[in-house]
């Protein structure tokens, strides 16, 4: 069983970047599809980004195209999310998550991590 854990989060001002982490159990990242999501409160959770963990294919959600990236490290182990521009509206709690298939529906991942915050103030 793959186990992510996330990290990375924290408080930043409007236009401010961060980026997050995603730490799995093993190396196993070469069999499956990655995503970020998110989830504010009150809200659902939210598709960010998917990848294969080959690297080709990766998509966005409209509202982060152009501000986020992800990406992989070489080893194989560890998911990014790079963040600019960061605007108030991106303020939730970041969840990595694996599948077998890149996909913006969360019910089509596998393994979960516990989430990171991130809090953007105006």
């Known amino acids: 069983q793959v186990q992510l854990v996330e990290s990375g989060g924290g408080l930043v001002q409007a236009g401010d970047s961060l980026r997050l982490s995603c730490a799995a159990s093993?190396?196993?990242?070469?069999?499956?599809?990655m995503a970020w999501f998110r989830q504010a409160p009150g809200k659902e959770r939210e598709f960010v980004a998917a990848?294969?963990?080959?690297?080709?294919?990766?998509s966005y959600a409209d509202s982060v195209k152009g501000r986020f990236t992800i990406s992989r490290n070489n080893a194989g182990d560890t998911l990014y999310l790079q963040m600019s521009s960061l605007k108030p509206e991106d303020a939730a709690n970041y969840y990595c998550a694996a599948g077998y298939w890149t996909s913006t529906n969360p019910k089509d991942y596998n393994y979960w991590g516990q989430g990171t915050q991130v809090t953007v103030s105006s």
């Open positions: 093993e190396r196993t990242f070469g069999s499956w599809a």
């Open positions: 990848m294969r963990w080959s690297g080709d294919r990766t």
